[in-house]
């Protein structure tokens, strides 16, 4: 069996099983102007399944957007926010708020980088929905990947070194977590939103607000989709 099919098996498994957290990696600034007072969203920990329970996020206006959400220029492929959007606005929906927002400003630090995103928002919809946090844990996420880049290295003989993805493990620092992240227990399989499936791992501290996440899969693979797609039009 293809490790590409099995680990297809197992996400499916870790969608119905696995908590939703918002994670940033990346992380840019937002403010929104005008907003007053804090507001609840509460969220199901497992769409469809009532008895996982819910969470609660709190919104008071101010939070930080993954920085591939935000680009200066927009183009009419990208979906995320923008500055610069031509004649039309451009309004992005903050998942599981009923609000839509939009980029009106922005400051930069002294090398003149974006660092913060000022927002006006609506109530409505929008056809794409970005994650962000506002209270939030600091964590260290820990990425790995196939060790190999071909799968079958042993064929390169003497020569299979070469084919050692050089990706297969990453250590990404800082990655700003949702607060909910309090109520787990280490070996807890949690989704990260848009990002991927992750297990709390032992070197954690929950009390002492000490998270490190292993990562278990991508939330999506594309080799396999591709793999599957073209056997189906074969038959």
Request: glycine share 6%.
């Amino acid at each position: 069996m293809a490790h590409e099919k099995l680990e297809e098996f197992i996400r499916q498994d870790l969608n119905k099983t696995s908590p939703r957290l918002f994670a940033v990696f990346d992380p840019i600034a937002f403010t929104v102007k005008g907003w007053e007072g804090t507001k609840e969203v509460v969220i199901d920990n497992v769409p469809g399944d009532e008895e996982a329970g819910t969470h609660t996020l709190n919104f008071s206006g101010k939070g930080f957007l993954e920085s591939s959400d935000f680009r200066v220029d927009d183009d009419a492929s990208y979906y995320g926010l923008a500055l610069n959007t031509g004649d039309k606005e451009k309004w992005v929906k903050l998942k599981y708020l009923s609000i839509c927002v939009r980029v009106v400003d922005v400051k930069r630090d002294d090398t003149g980088k974006v660092i913060e995103l000022i927002l006006e928002s609506k109530e409505g919809q929008a056809h794409h929905a970005i994650s962000w946090v506002a209270e939030t844990v600091t964590a260290e996420v820990r990425e790995y990947d196939y060790l190999f880049m071909s799968d079958e290295p042993g064929k390169l003989g003497d020569d299979w070194e070469k084919d050692l993805n050089p990706d297969s493990f990453k250590v990404r620092e800082n990655v700003l977590v949702d607060a909910s992240a309090l109520t787990l227990k280490v070996e807890d399989r949690v989704q990260f939103e848009r990002i991927g499936y992750y297990v709390l791992d032992k070197d954690s501290d929950v009390a002492n607000k000490k998270f490190v996440f292993n990562r278990t899969l991508t939330l999506k693979s594309k080799k396999w989709k591709k793999t599957n797609n073209k056997s189906a039009k074969k038959k």
